[in-house]
């Protein structure tokens, strides 16, 4: 049986875009036979509870250990997996492990794939750092990496400069539930945003823009659904109140599959002002439900939509320029049920053995 071990920073009960993929792919793959486990960290500054070293989350075997909280980044132990034991090891995201792991290939021997999932630019915090990490440093670790699978063309882009072995691949997406949902029970004018409550998402210059739309006549009300992991949720809420948007503006927090599925179904126009996106799975799955879109103008929603005349690309640091498209959508009637199928292509069915291959592959070659 084909053995791979996902290897990732945190892992559920912590979520978020990384931890979502982590998952879905471990379980999709299971089905396919693979014995797919996570190794990750033991806590997170979001969850500061020591979490057990191991357990099983949804079938798939997870073992976490200690670390050494470098707040961007913390390096861990491999004591307690045995890495020869798998066929392939699956990195998500560049840091600590990725470096220790690239660094001491001569010792495990496996091949090792590296998920790009937006890098390390999603802030301004330490951008000088940032770039000689990734532009002097990561050159290395990456010429002892078999694969760079970049999660979006923006990705593939940016890592192409370092490495040579680039190939693009997009993530799976949850959507074909999405898909069978009913345009007819789309609520008029309710509008969605889905996202952690964090400063690379736009949240304050997304509230700017509704309360331009306000302040000229428009109706809606708009649902803010994410996990409020840098804990800025008071304040966004403040600004809100500050901004007369109180009784237009609900935060409801992290919600279960579920409930997030209810409020795509009844969401009109999904809003998203993020300034950087590794791939962009929450626009993609409100697509899918039918949502109309209205999206900042960055390098993940360019590749992904800047050829569908029904999506709205904005500028959302102007209110002005992103409350003004914001009026215009909120004033005509839908369309977006023209765009749905197109989504079909991230299908976690279709990306599942799209992976399956790709391990199956790398096996062969190492052989």
Not at 120 to 142: A, D, M, N, V
């Amino acid at each position: 049986m084909l053995s791979v071990l996902h290897v990732c920073t945190d892992f559920w009960p912590i979520t978020g875009g990384i931890q979502s993929f982590v998952l879905e792919l471990s379980r999709r793959t299971r089905a396919l036979g693979v014995n797919a486990a996570v190794f990750c960290c033991n806590g997170s500054s979001a969850y500061p509870a020591k979490l057990p070293s191991s357990e099983c989350v949804d079938g798939v075997p997870v073992t976490r250990a200690a670390y050494l909280d470098l707040r961007f980044y913390k390096p861990t132990l491999f004591s307690k997996v045995r890495l020869r034991n798998y066929d392939v090891i699956h990195v998500h995201g560049l840091g600590a492990q990725l470096d220790y792991l690239a660094l001491f290939k001569s010792t495990h021997g496996r091949p090792i794939i590296l998920s790009t999932h937006g890098a390390i630019f999603h802030t301004q915090s330490l951008r000088w750092l940032k770039r000689q990490y990734f532009y002097r440093f990561q050159p290395f670790i990456l010429s002892r990496v078999d694969l760079v699978a970049a999660c979006s063309a923006s990705d593939a882009d940016l890592f192409q400069k370092i490495s040579g072995r680039v190939r693009l691949v997009e993530n799976g997406v949850d959507v074909d539930k999405l898909l069978t949902l009913p345009m007819s029970g789309k609520c008029p004018t309710r509008c969605l945003y889905v996202g952690r409550l964090a400063a690379n998402k736009g949240v304050e210059p997304l509230l700017n823009a509704f309360a331009y739309a306000q302040e000229r006549g428009a109706m809606f009300d708009l649902r803010i659904v994410g996990p409020d992991s840098s804990q800025q949720g008071h304040r966004y809420s403040a600004w809100a109140d500050r901004l007369g948007l109180s009784e237009r503006v609900q935060f409801l927090g992290a919600v279960e599959p579920d409930a997030l599925i209810r409020e795509y179904a009844s969401a009109d126009i999904f809003v998203s002002a993020s300034r950087y996106e590794g791939f962009g799975i929450s626009a993609i799955e409100a697509r899918a439900a039918g949502c109309r879109l209205l999206l900042q103008r960055n390098d993940a929603f360019t590749a992904l939509f800047g050829a569908d005349p029904t999506v709205t690309l904005t500028d959302f640091q102007s209110a002005a320029n992103a409350g003004g498209a914001l009026l215009d959508l909120l004033r005509k009637d839908s369309d977006a049920a023209d765009g749905r199928s197109g989504v079909s292509r991230y299908s976690w069915d279709r990306k599942a053995h799209e992976w399956l291959a790709i391990y199956r592959d790398l096996c062969g070659r190492a052989a």
